[in-house]
């Protein structure tokens, strides 16, 4: 550990001396644990030229792993030490299904597990548990993540809705009025509106249109008078209850993707996870 320690250190700093002064050692011992270390990998690290020293290719890589590995042991070790008894668990969750449907939960699974912290990272681009330090993800698609083992949570229905002042005013009876409107577009999700003219055999040509990132904006500009969005059902209820927002046509569609979560065999066995893994199942199915 010490090795790597002072390797990663002289790799980012591209210097001996300066991972000397930063692990308060002498640039001698830095050397000659570095030195330890080319000799037990068989292969130098550093390009030594005078009194500069530079990485080799493998090198780079190498302290790139070196630090993500070193990254993944200090957070392990601060989890432990922050709640030594339950354990914590890393996930990493969509913005607009983290805040609308899973905050609010997780209050009872905190009380049903009062050991376990829970540590959340918003996602909007697909995870990579080989690069990420993540014990699971909570993500929208098909059931296809390479290395990855997965749990059905819940099917998606999207409607399209707006505010009672735009829906008034062009009077939609019928799936083609809609293409008069402005519509607004999901930039994870940037087919959907293609979908469900499809679906409900409206031809179209070009779709044009805002375009939004996250599901909460394209809810607030469609509460706005802003356009019609494809919203899922379940995470807009309660403008829907409270008048907000209003479905344009009732023309429901059924996402091909569903949510599920996700986590590395690896962490299969992981305390933490398999609560959680238990405790969320079962809500979704009440869901």
Not at 110 to 120: E, Q, R, S, V, W
Not at 153 to 175: H, Q, W
Not at 268 to 286: D, K, M, Q, T
Request: aromatic share 8%; with cysteine.
């Amino acid at each position: 550990m010490s090795l790597l320690c002072s390797f990663e250190a002289a790799a980012r700093l591209e210097s001996f001396t300066a991972a000397a002064a930063e692990l308060n050692l002498t640039q001698g011992a830095v050397s000659r644990q570095i030195r330890a270390l080319e000799e037990a990998l068989g292969s130098p690290l550093f390009h030594r030229e005078r009194q500069t020293v530079k990485l080799t290719v493998a090198g780079t890589i190498y302290a790139r792993e070196v630090r993500e590995a070193l990254k993944r042991i200090s957070t392990a070790t601060l989890g432990f030490r922050a709640n030594p008894q339950g354990g914590s668990l890393t996930l990493a969750i969509l913005p607009t299904f983290g805040v609308r449907w899973l905050a609010p939960r997780l209050p009872r699974f905190l009380a049903a597990n009062p050991g376990i912290t829970i540590n959340l990272e918003t996602r909007l681009a697909p995870f990579d548990f080989n690069v990420e330090n993540l014990d699971a993800a909570i993500h929208f698609g098909l059931d296809n993540w390479p290395g990855a083992k997965t749990a059905l949570l819940m099917n998606e229905t999207v409607i399209p809705a707006c505010s009672k002042s735009l829906r008034d005013e062009y009077g939609f009876a019928a799936p083609e009025d809609l293409l008069k409107a402005p519509l607004i577009h999901l930039s994870s999700r940037p087919d959907s509106w293609e979908q469900w003219f499809t679906a409900n055999a409206v031809p179209f040509d070009r779709l044009h249109g805002m375009l939004l990132d996250q599901f909460a904006l394209a809810a607030q500009a469609a509460n706005s008078g802003m356009g019609v969005a494809l919203l899922p059902e379940f995470l807009v209820r309660q403008e829907l209850e409270n008048g907000d927002l209003v479905a344009a046509l009732d023309c429901p569609l059924i996402s091909t993707g569903s949510y599920f979560l996700a986590w590395p065999p690896a962490r299969e066995l992981h305390p933490p996870l398999r609560a959680f893994r238990e405790w969320i199942v079962g809500e979704a199915s009440a869901e």
